[in-house]
């Protein structure tokens, strides 16, 4: 494709992102959330498995956040920051399914496990293994394997998972969603045999909160983690920590701060862990973030999760329907059971492929071993879904990859 053909390609691309009908979004009676995300203005977004787009009230709890700063100073902790890791941490517990008080915010998921962690040191010698899955997110097999006394047994899939769980199991930390191909994990046996065995479960809900209907209390992990930059459309700087209530109080963890103690404004010289899961938490807050955030978890909770998981398997389907016409190889499930909210596809070439996506205002992703992964969301049209299979496929017919040749991830 010359210079000249490219550039009127993604010229026509653009222009026809905003002209393109949003008849199927209406009927799905989510339209009018399609005005809550600037970016739709200019933008086919497909990437909320990754980073959610920021919804135009973000901004205003921001700009909240400075104005408390600026006229009122320190005073502002009185007023409202001081308190945001439990109040958000409480609304991120109505959408995972937790009792009031029992879910706190934290920086990310690897230092949320690191507190779940810490809470079993030292560690003994007949109870030190870790069983942990190789499909999860890597960044917290990472912090297991630096503890020179933890063995981590890296199991294939679920069922070996259970297999692998006796009386010198620890923790097992697992994921609801694997991120690479959006695959849902049947919990409930791994919880089960955990329990049986005297081991912890620590649930992974990053790529589930938010697009699949989740009950933390129902399953009974002793822990579940997440953030908030996916489905919840919350930005950085929200994970959240759940621990169950009964553990909440008797749990003492020694990666601690000021902010777990019973009293932290009395700044006394020894620690008297608070109650519950206030103990979780760490050094002072960063109520500017849970001020972003809140804007994201107010439109998942006025949709509904079940009302967006609803949305999600029609468009992953349809997605899946048209990669199929299309000759795609799909590496996510088929069964809607165990597929989440994001669809991957193999295409030759894939991460070139995505590049150009990228260049025509397409955002999706890629994985080095798995393919490009597209995540629609609530504020999708369907129309965006037939969009971006007819630009892979034209892409790979017109070569207009080429250019992209060597691209690597870079988000």
Avoid at 264 to 279: D, L
């Amino acid at each position: 494709m010359t210079d000249d053909g490219a550039a009127a390609a993604a010229k026509r691309t653009r222009s026809g992102i905003s002209a393109r009908p949003e008849s199927a979004l209406a009927d799905s009676g989510l339209a009018h959330y399609r005005a809550e995300f600037p970016i739709l203005e200019h933008t086919t977004y497909l990437v909320s498995h990754s980073l959610g787009p920021m919804p135009r009230k973000a901004g205003e709890r921001l700009a909240e956040f400075a104005r408390m700063w600026e006229e009122r100073g320190i005073r502002a902790w009185a007023e409202g920051w001081w308190e945001t890791s439990w109040t958000v941490g409480d609304q991120i517990g109505r959408i995972i399914g937790a009792p009031p008080g029992s879910t706190v915010m934290q920086q990310n998921v690897t230092i949320a496990e690191a507190i779940a962690l810490s809470c079993f040191r030292p560690v003994e010698p007949a109870r030190n293994r870790v069983v942990y899955e190789r499909g999860n997110f890597p960044s917290v097999r990472y912090l297991y394997q630096a503890q020179p006394d933890l063995e981590v047994v890296v199991c294939e899939n679920e069922g070996e998972i259970v297999e692998r769980i006796d009386e010198r199991t620890l923790l097992v930390p697992i994921s609801h969603v694997l991120y690479k191909a959006g695959e849902i994990q049947d919990v409930e046996p791994i919880v089960r045999r955990a329990h049986e065995a005297g081991a912890h479960v620590v649930l992974d809900c990053y790529q589930s909160a938010g697009i699949v209907p989740l009950d933390v209390t129902l399953l009974g992990v002793s822990f579940a983690v997440g953030g908030s930059v996916k489905w919840l459309c919350g930005g950085p700087g929200n994970g959240w920590l759940y621990v169950r209530p009964d553990l909440a109080e008797r749990l003492e963890p020694t990666f601690a701060g000021w902010q777990a103690h019973a009293r932290p404004f009395a700044f006394e010289e020894e620690m008297e862990y608070a109650a519950g899961a206030s103990r979780f938490l760490t050094g002072t807050p960063n109520p500017a973030a849970h001020y972003a955030g809140t804007a994201g978890y107010d439109l998942v909770e006025a949709i509904g999760v079940a009302r967006i998981r609803e949305n999600s398997l029609r468009q992953t389907q349809l997605l899946i329907d048209l990669a199929d016409a299309a000759g795609f190889e799909v590496r996510s499930p088929r069964d809607p059971a165990r597929r989440g909210g994001s669809v991957v596809l193999r295409v030759p070439e894939f991460a070139a492929v995505h590049a150009e996506l990228e260049a025509r205002e397409i955002l999706c992703d890629f994985r080095p071993d798995a393919g490009i992964r597209l995540g629609p969301h609530y504020f999708n049209s369907d129309e965006d879904i037939r969009f971006v299979v007819e630009q892979v496929a034209d892409i790979i017919d017109t070569g207009a990859y080429e250019p992209h040749m060597g691209a690597v991830a870079l988000h």
